[in-house]
């Protein structure tokens, strides 16, 4: 075999039946990989989700729709928008960190890029640090930041520029916060790895072709760095869909984003056919939003000046 | 889009002055550059030639000094506003656009109607024969194609003055030979003022009008590729374009010096007592019988055939002088011969 894949390296490859065989033998562990820990997975998840909840939490495998028509709100007291509005706040919050992540990560990549060597090389250390610390703890430590006894807010209460009262933890505010440190590295990395061996003669040539700022950056960076913003955005956007840790810890019970619900059906309600039904709707949403940035990406990539 | 601005002709730069931290990159350059010249900056890696031309392109801040285009204070202008276009040394031509669109950047970035870009680009990439190109991107092209886009590019937008910045190091040899040729057609068609940055001296005689020789930051000779390459001024020069011997003399006020070839007559007097001559191979006369001035008594040694010329080490006194010859004149090794070194080419060099 050693010998076959020699010949291809070195393009004396014959037929192509040769080239497909060997091309199907190399990806054989890829899909092995994409079949055991995606396809089956899903597929499982889809068969559940049309059963039905038995008695004392097991499943009847009956085939129904009652799981969907629960989740876009048909319950037993009329329609509700409880679902709904669970989804629409998670693509919301999800949107937001992305947003936030690339706002901060894009200057911050550039910025790091900028440094010289060492300095680079640290920097990237500390962006990557607080990943090293479990995501539980992490979030724990917002909780005592955030909270009403966090020195901060001691400080502004004894100058008596806040009330009593005043907390940022739990609420939304600090489930967002929460969310976007824990995204940001995902974010900066992918896009450092662009920022770094940016072509700036590219840049010098928009501006020697009388090109703006926007122009420049139309044309002579983002062309460039368009692989780094499309994975970043990815890597930030489809874990801040499936999020729960950060939302159920520092949200109170006041912010319930879709994982949460799912985490709640598989949990406590032991009501695993409708967790799985609302964590179809999540692989789907992963799914079209991964559609759409991509072809969002290939779009700018192919433009037209 | 701001407007770019208007200035026309002669370039005049005046104590152009610049350093990156300790180091002094340029030191006071001054020239003045007539409208239409093809002008090289040459020297080597380090001269500040290329850092001269990134002031002028506005990719650079000079620390002191000025320069004008007609009326125009250039330095006073971001780079998207000098009526002046790059041809960059790696071409940076945009990866994500066709030829054609490459090739419009310019006249897009400015308020020109589409008929007159389509107008305008077609004329520029028949100019620079690459019209069968206009719908290939950039990865479709070989490194010739991509440095005529590169200039396309530039040209399109008729600058007052095109910036070259090694536009041919990426090329081989004979690509090099041709597109030398081309540059030159292009600048007198275009009529536009060019200063073109080498470390080429082959490339700098074959295309300038006039030839700037670079040392460390400060202009070593100033003059048309003949004067430069027929009458060095310096050591640095001498040796920089082509080969020349150096023959190191004493001088008492006269036109004769004394060197250890022995005494030789020289057409203009020495400002030094004790400095350098040089003198090019091809200008040496190999004779069987000592000349009537400047006979140098020498050895053959060791000799190379290039095909249109020989090229032969000849031990004069203490030296090894290269000499080259004619072809059809055949020496042997270890043959005695006369080297006449005639007095209006041996050059007395100011340092």
Known sequence: MAGKLLEIHEGKATTRGKMVRA?????????????????????????????????????????????????????????????????LRSAGFAALTTALCLGIGLPMAFWIADRPKRSRLVLLALVSAPSCINLVIRTYAWMLLLGSQSPPLRLLRALGMVGPDASLY???????????????????????????????????????????????????????????????????????????????????????????????????????????????????????????????????????? | MGQVAEGSGDLQVEGLTK??????????????????????????????????????AGFETADKGTARLGTLDLLALPPHRRPVNTVFQNYAIFPHLSVFENVAFGLRSGKSSEDEICRRVGEMLELTKIEDLSARHPQELSGGQRQRVALARALVNEPEVLLLDEPMSALDAHLRHDLQMELRRIQHEAGITFILVTHDQDEA?????????????????????????????????????????LISARAEGTLEVATDLGALRVGQLPAWSSGTLAI??????????????NGVPGVVGERLFRGDHWELSVQAGSQDLRVIVEPDQYHKEGQQVWLEMPVDDLLVLRD
């Open chain 2, 280 to 293: 090019r191979p091809e200008d040496i006369e190999v004779r069987s019988e000592a000349p009537a001035v």
């Open chain 2, 19 to 56: 350093s990156f931290g300790e180091q002094d990159v340029l030191h006071g350059i001054s020239l003045d550059i007539a409208d239409g010249q093809f002008v090289t900056l040459l020297g080597p890696s380090g001269c500040g030639k290329t850092t001269f031309l990134r002031i002028l």
């Open chain 1, 170 to 305: 739990p609420g939304a505010l600090a489930v967002q916060l929460g969310m976007v440190s824990c995204m940001l590295p995902f974010a900066v990395l992918p896009l450092y790895a662009s920022t770094e061996r940016l072509n700036w003669s590219l840049v010098e040539a928009a501006r020697d072709l009388y090109a703006g700022s926007l122009r420049t950056f139309r044309h002579g960076i983002l062309p460039q760095i368009l692989p780094g913003l499309v994975a970043s955005l990815v890597m930030t956007a489809v874990p801040s869909l499936g999020m729960f840790v950060v939302s159920d810890l520092l949200g109170g019970a006041r912010v319930m984003l879709i994982g949460n619900l799912v985490q709640q059906q598989f949990g406590m309600a032991s009501d695993w056919p409708f967790g799985a039904m609302a964590g179809l709707v999540l692989v789907l949403g992963s799914l079209i939003s991964l559609a759409v940035l991509s072809r969002w990406g290939s779009r700018i990539a192919g433009g037209q000046a």
């Open chain 2, 205 to 245: 005689i074959a295309v300038s009008d006039r030839i700037l020789v670079m040392n460390e930051g400060r202009i070593e000779q100033d003059g048309t590729a003949e004067t430069v390459y027929e009458r060095p001024v310096s050591r640095f020069v001498a040796q920089f374009l082509g080969r020349a011997n």
């Open chain 1, 23 to 87: 091309g199907l033998f190399l990806s054989v562990p890829a899909l092995g990989w994409l079949g055991a820990f995606l396809a089956l997975p899903c597929a499982a998840l889809a068969v559940l989700a049309f059963a039905r909840r038995g008695a004392y939490g097991s499943v009847d495998w009956a085939f129904s729709f009652d799981n969907f028509r629960r989740f876009v709100g048909f319950g037993l007291f009329g329609w509700s928008s409880d679902n709904l509005l669970i989804l």
